[in-house]
């Protein structure tokens, strides 16, 4: 269905996509601590979206978040196909106050799995953020954390001094377990330990 989802769009905005490992590997962190609530900030169509999604129990949840409704239509009908649909509740809008709806709601310490792929100058904003709604145990996965090898480069311009940044600062996050995986585009993975 993930294909179906990018053979429809076909658009030259595709790229922006979540690629098959970095797939794998949500599915393989679900599994691992046995999620039943995630978190997608920045969902474009929805190819990692609906991965976790079907990992997720009967009584799972996942949070869709992206600024714009018109790329999250286009993989909402796969989404019902795929028997989904009713696990998922999108919120449309910046997700730095969609993110701060979640914990006005109550559900900090509830979330399981947090996958950040949205605008990179805010990673900072949704390191905070999720880790506030991470459950113990939970993990948070950074997409683009090597931005193509920018960030190592000596003069860091916007994003890559942000999301260098957050590379950092994750690296020496009291209460976590953190790692920088060569997968993708790079992937911060940070766990938030009981």
């Not at 910046?94 to 006005?104: C, G, I």
């Not at 709604?133 to 954390?145: Q, R």
């Not at 890559?160 to 953190?178: H, R």
């Amino acid at each position: 269905l993930s294909s179906g989802i990018n053979a429809e769009y076909g658009h030259e905005r595709a790229i922006m996509e979540s690629t098959h490992d970095i797939g794998q590997l949500l599915v393989l962190l679900m599994r691992m601590n046995g999620a039943k609530s995630v978190i997608e900030v920045g969902t474009f169509t929805g190819v990692a979206l609906l991965k976790m999604s079907l990992e997720l129990p009967k009584n799972g949840k996942a949070y869709a978040l992206d600024v714009s409704s018109t790329y999250c239509d286009v993989g909402k009908p796969f989404m019902e196909m795929a028997g989904v649909r009713d696990k998922i509740e999108y919120m449309i809008g910046p997700a730095v106050e969609s993110l701060a709806q979640l914990s006005n709601r109550g559900l900090n310490g509830t979330i399981d799995i947090a996958f950040i792929d949205a605008d990179k100058g805010n990673y900072p904003n949704y390191l905070r953020a999720c880790l506030e709604l991470l459950s113990p145990g939970g993990v948070i996965v950074f997409d683009n954390a090597t931005f193509g090898g920018k960030v190592v480069l000596p003069e860091l311009k916007e994003p890559c001094n942000q999301i260098d940044s957050v590379n950092k600062a994750a690296m020496t996050l009291p209460g976590a377990t953190t790692l920088l995986l060569d997968i993708g585009d790079g992937c911060l993975v940070i766990r938030k330990d009981m």
